[in-house]
């Protein structure tokens, strides 16, 4: 069982996709039908059928923009307040513009949306200004209908297998990836005209509270294995400093969820069940109120819905215990935590990358294309703010069909055996070994290592400590880690992954002298947002000698103006006292 | 350094009376997002081989005859 053969083989095709979970498959989807000749090749790290973020569904859309409840330039709009001016906004209105079509896509495909007595959809207000929350009474069924498509379309796909590196020709453009496969090692290496990156979110950087390594906010598969690729490729990478860091249910650490229950008169509440956020959408400042409430005399903050009739309760209920999160209920039973008779405890959740609620990604520009010719990067791990799911659909479709166009005009690139050999060095030496230190044990230290120094509020002294210790870390994690079967060193190239995380995190974290994002990045001794300075974005990458490198970028102009008096629309996020 | 076994209690528990892997069922074990689930080799049932649940319930739901059920793990209950 999960021994270790070592074999390697080799495939190739137009496009290569690595990850199954929401962005990955539409991707393939869309790139296989604007060319049915093209071989394309979905890879998967577990298995496409229940992988990714949306393994057990979805409860609802949180961007949905629909012509007659909002537009795309009032979403863009939102979209560039929400992160302080930091947004290239032509992906955003990209975007804005094509989500609808891929709403009517899934609707195809067998997806229902909740739609009112008139046969309109059923649209709720959640953000601070527009209206894009849309519920999905069936949201459980998503990665079936997603699955059912990709299997009528002919799709190649290849799960268990976990991309590794990307291989780049002389010329710098993409010539494909190594794989290894996590049940036996054997290697695969696949030679592609484009590659396109949808590997989520870096969730398991952060340690949750509970000290559980997989009890994590996201998808504990995902392990930022995309971010430590791309930048490895040479990949330019933005705003990582601008962590993910979101509310959720103490303990259980998955979404309380406020976006639900809130069109329903549910709220985020302090110890005295008093409302202390204008708006529940979540964004950098909502966080660092939600922060400044859990450290103060009247925290903790809890999830509040005993004021609502028992059949709202109920149908909320329904929601939160059968999509995206199920086994929410039998947390809640364990506890004796009834909805109707007391408040539900809250909490932050640790930091990740995620450009799904935050900005933190992999610079994409509106074509979904990296700084890497020939390699694309969609959803959660891509540079495109607060895109959630339907970001992750239609930015992947985006992506295929760009990526599809693109593969005409262009040969395999040069891949390079020496580079080839060395990487199956580099990822089996964990199996050398006989002795040393597991993968568990170096991932649970990282990630300590993280919530001591890295976690917001951020102390500059603090951070140049991480970086000590996680090379310290790194140093036994390269020359020490040991891994007795193929299962364990799936493990062993994730914790590598979220070293790589870990390290750019504190970079980053650096790097950008002022506050900004709210709690996201809030520099302790840095306190004020300085916009004469730092109204950019920052783009990290690996320079020519192997180093890690970082530099200011600049917003480009934006398409849809920002009044003066909008700009701080974000900043007013506390409820103001009563008289 | 040499390696130390340390027990930790699992949170998907297999009803081996309904559980039909011995007849070829590899339902759990393909649908995991953590690859945590195998098939011994001694009774023929699924079991969960590794500690490493997101408690999300892929095998669960589609296990075809209920044999599975995720429990929310000991450290965060």
């Known amino acids: 069982m999960d021994e270790i053969t070592e074999g390697m083989s080799q495939v190739d095709c137009d496009i290569l996709v690595i990850g199954g979970g929401t962005a990955g498959p539409m991707a393939a989807y869309r790139a296989k039908k604007k060319n049915p000749n093209a071989k394309v090749i979905l890879l998967e790290k577990a298995n496409v059928k229940r992988s990714g973020a949306i393994s057990m569904g979805m409860d609802g859309l949180n961007n949905a923009v629909i012509p007659g409840h909002s537009t795309p330039e009032q979403y863009v709009k939102e979209i560039t307040i929400a992160n302080d001016g930091i947004v290239d906004q032509a992906a955003v209105y990209k975007y804005a513009q094509n989500c609808y079509e891929i709403i009517q896509e899934l609707d195809n495909f067998g997806i229902r949306f909740q739609k009112d007595e008139n046969g309109d959809y059923d649209v709720k207000k959640v ?4 209206t894009y929350v849309l519920p999905m009474p069936n949201g459980d069924t998503v990665k079936k209908a997603l699955y059912r498509q990709l299997k009528r379309a002919r799709l190649l796909i290849s799960n268990r297998y976990m991309a590794t590196r990307l291989l780049t020709g002389k010329d710098g453009r993409i010539a494909g990836a190594i794989a290894v496969n996590t049940r036996n090692a054997e290697f695969l290496v696949v030679r592609a ?8 979110a870096a969730g398991r950087l952060g340690l949750p509270t509970s000290g559980y390594l997989y009890g994590t906010y996201e998808n504990a598969a995902n392990s930022g294995d995309g971010y430590a690729m791309a930048y490895h490729a040479g990949a330019g990478l933005a705003n990582l400093e601008c962590f993910q860091i979101n509310p959720l249910i103490k303990d259980y650490n998955g979404p309380a969820c406020a976006y639900v229950a809130g069109p329903f008169g549910g709220y985020t509440a302090n110890n005295e069940g008093m409302r202390f956020i204008e708006c529940d959408y979540w964004s950098g400042q909502m966080m660092q109120e939600f922060y400044n409430e859990l450290q103060s005399g009247k925290g903790p903050v809890f999830l509040k819905l005993n004021h609502l009739a028992d059949e709202t309760i109920s149908e909320i209920e329904t929601i939160l215990h059968e999509v995206e999160r199920p086994t929410r209920g039998r947390f809640q ?7 109707r008779h007391g408040m539900i405890e809250m909490h932050i959740s640790e930091i990740g990358f995620c450009s799904g609620h935050s900005a933190s990604g992999v610079f994409v520009d509106d074509n979904a294309c990296t700084t890497v010719p020939g390699l694309y990067a969609a959803g959660d791990m891509a540079s495109v703010p607060h895109n959630y799911m339907l970001g992750a659909f239609t930015n992947g479709a985006v992506a295929g069909e760009h990526a599809i166009d693109f593969v005409n005009d262009v040969d395999f690139a040069d891949i390079d055996e020496d580079f080839i050999a060395a990487e199956k060095e580099r990822v089996l030496a964990p199996t050398k070994r006989t002795d040393g230190i597991p993968p568990n044990q170096i991932e649970y230290k990282t990630r300590r290592l993280v919530n001591d120094y890295l976690q917001p509020p951020k102390v500059t002294r603090k951070m140049q400590l991480a970086q000590d210790r996680f090379a310290e870390t790194r140093e036994v994690m390269e020359n020490e880690m040991v891994a007795r079967n193929a299962h364990e060193l799936m493990r062993s190239l994730e914790v590598s992954s979220i070293m790589d995380c870990a390290d750019m995190a504190a970079f980053a974290s650096l790097f950008r002298t ?9 520099r302790a001794d840095y306190p004020e947002r300085d916009n004469e300075n730092w109204f950019c974005h920052s783009l ?8 890690m490198t970082i ?3 600049e917003v480009d102009p934006y398409i849809i103006p920002i009044e003066d008096d909008e700009k701080d629309a974000y900043d007013k996020q506390r409820v103001k006292a009563q008289a | 350094m040499p390696l130390a076994e340390q027990p930790s209690s699992v949170p998907v528990v297999v009803d081996e009376g309904k559980c039909i892997a011995d007849k070829g069922c590899t339902v759990c074990v393909d649908v995991c997002p953590l690859d945590v689930l195998r098939i011994s080799d001694t009774t023929g049932k699924a079991f969960m081989k590794y500690d490493e649940c997101w408690y999300c319930m892929p095998c669960e739901a589609d296990c075809p005859t209920g044999a599975v059920s995720v429990n929310i793990p000991f450290l965060l209950r």
């Open chain 1, 127 to 130: 953000h601070h200004i527009g």
């Open chain 1, 193 to 200: 005209k484009a590659v396109i990156l949808c590997m989520g």
């Open chain 1, 333 to 339: 039973i364990n506890r004796g935590n009834d909805y």
């Open chain 1, 514 to 522: 002022e506050s900004r994002w709210g709690l996201y990045h809030n």
């Open chain 1, 540 to 547: 990290l990458s690996k320079d020519g000698d192997g180093k």
């Open chain 1, 551 to 553: 530099r200011k970028k």
